[in-house]
């Protein structure tokens, strides 16, 4: 049985003054999403991501299709139970202290006091802000709130957690707390299904991902599949040798950065740069491909006509 199972998902929401227009923000959107599996539901702002995900908490409501989360429909209240979610903005009140959040919320699951008080304790050690557990949230960097909001959505032990960009507006080491977080539940044989439109942070993290685009379904598979599946370039980092200048030919093609050279060129001409570069005795920092961005496959998406379909792994559509 899949975790989430996604069929013909659509809402269109009423726009303008008289709310008499309407607009398509889900487009029969269909997805199925395994157990265990870190899930990334990739796309640029406006892609119908937090949409879907108020969908499938029963937020709102859809104009057409349906989902089972579990086997069971979004509307069975009794399936919450299983499921834990992260808004895409949590509003906490500012003058309780972490501990005090999450025994809030552990009463939503019926928990006795002192299951509770293990439970916070527990869920506190496991997003690192056990030792800020008695402090007011309004103390909070960015980062501890989106891990305190991360504990309250784990708070019951769920078999699935939905995430709403939980790294947007985090610096990178808020976002490699919040990625050990996610690979700590996969860990321990959750289901992590998070959107994002950070690719890196997707890349590092996911068995599999889907792209959305304008509300529309435009890719499946593992994030490699999706995104690196062409290289266009490689990149060789170099440093020339102490008191030599170098050659012409290579000067013109490379360019300085920091008292070291970096030259892009086609993988077919790779062999040939090497010899270039260790005629002057340069030496080799680096070589790796130039991979296609996020901001570069977004691009690309917005570009190409609509009906062009990148790749869609079978039985997905
Ligand atoms: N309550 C709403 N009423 C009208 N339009 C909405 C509403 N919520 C979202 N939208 C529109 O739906 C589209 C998708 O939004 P959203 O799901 O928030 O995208 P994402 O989370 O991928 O950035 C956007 O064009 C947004 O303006
Ligand atoms: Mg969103």
Known sequence: MPAIEIL????????????KRMRRSLDNLSLEVNEGEIFGFLGPNGAGKTTC????????????GTARILGRPIDDVAMHRDIGYLPEQPYFYDYLTARELLDYYARFSGFSAAERRARVTRVLERVGLASAADVQLRKFSKGMLQRAGIAQAIIH???????????????PIGRREVRDIILDLKTQGRTVFFSTHILSDAEMLCDR??????????????????VSVEVHAMEIL?????????????AQRAMPVGGRYRLELPEAALYSAFDEI?????????????????????????ERAPQAT???EAGTR
């Not at 991902?209 to 999706?226: F, M, N, Q, T």
């Not at 260790?278 to 917005?302: H, K, M, W």
């Open 8 to 19: 013909g998902l659509t809402k269109d929401y009423a726009v303008g003054f008289w709310r």
């Open 53 to 64: 995900m108020k969908l499938l908490m029963g937020l709102i409501f859809p104009t057409a």
């Open 157 to 171: 032990d769920p078999r699935i957690v939905f995430l709403d960009e939980p790294m947007s507006g985090l610096d």
């Open 209 to 226: 991902v889907a792209v959305l685009h304008l509300g529309k379904l435009r890719g499946v598979g593992s994030p490699g599949k999706i």
């Open 238 to 250: 170099f440093e020339p040798a102490e008191g030599h200048s170098l050659p012409p030919g290579l």
């Open 278 to 302: 260790r005629a002057c005795n340069a030496r080799i920092l680096s070589v790796s491909p130039v991979r296609q961005t996020l901001e570069d496959y977004f691009l690309g998406l917005v």
């Open 310 to 312: 990148p790749p869609v």
